[in-house]
C-alpha cells in the first residue's frame, strides 16, 4: 500500500499558502511512483487535509484540491479527508477491515508527501496502530519539508520507530 500525505495545491504549487521552495519538484516523483503502484495494482490510499477551521465550509477550493499532474492518476474513493496532522483512526480501522478482511493487515506500506516532520510522521504512527504487523518505509526522495534540519530528524525519529528510510 502507498499513503500519499497532502499532495495538495496549498502545499506543492508555487502560488499555494503552504508552499515552500523545491517542493513542487515532489509532483513528478510520485507521480511516478503512483503510476508504477498502479501498474502493480498496489492500493493506493492519499490525504486531502482540510483545515479544522475550514470544516463546514467549501472544500472545493483551488488550494486544497490535490495538484494536477497527480489527480487523474488517484482514484477519489480512495482519498481521506482529514481535519488535523493525520488520518482519523476510525478511518483506519475501516481501510483495514474493507481491504484486509481476512487478516490482520498490509504487509508493506509506503508512506510519501507533506510535510515529512509534521503530517508524515503523524500518518505514519497512526498507520503503524492500525497495522501493527506491516513493514512501513519512506523514501526520501518522496517526502518534503520546508525546515531540513527538522525534516533529518523527522526521518531520524521514523528510523527509530522501526520505519525504513531509504534514499531511492
Not at 499513503?3 to 515552500?20: M, R, S
Amino acid at each position: 500500500m502507498l499513503v500519499i500525505v497532502d499532495a495538495q495545491n496549498c502545499n506543492l504549487h508555487p502560488e499555494g499558502e503552504k508552499y515552500f521552495s523545491g517542493s513542487e519538484q515532489l509532483i513528478p516523483k510520485l507521480a511516478q511512483k503512483i503510476k508504477d503502484c498502479n501498474a502493480a495494482g498496489e492500493y493506493i490510499l492519499y490525504t486531502q487535509d482540510i483545515p479544522i477551521k475550514e470544516k463546514g465550509k467549501s472544500e472545493d477550493r483551488w488550494d486544497l484540491a490535490i495538484v494536477d499532474e497527480l489527480l487523474p492518476l488517484l482514484k477519489p474513493e480512495n482519498k481521506v479527508k482529514k481535519n488535523y496532522y493525520g488520518i482519523p483512526p476510525e478511518r483506519l480501522l475501516v481501510i483495514r477491515q474493507q481491504l484486509f478482511p481476512d487478516h490482520f493487515g498490509e504487509k508493506r506500506i509506503e508512506v510519501a508527501g507533506v510535510e515529512t516532520n509534521i503530517c508524515v510522521v503523524a500518518n505514519v504512527i497512526l498507520l503503524q496502530s492500525a497495522f501493527p504487523e506491516a513493514d512501513f518505509y519512506v523514501s526520501r526522495q518522496l517526502v518534503s519539508a520546508k525546515d531540513q534540519a527538522k525534516e533529518e530528524q523527522a526521518l531520524a525519529l521514523l528510523a527509530d520507530l522501526n520505519v525504513q528510510v531509504v534514499a531511492d
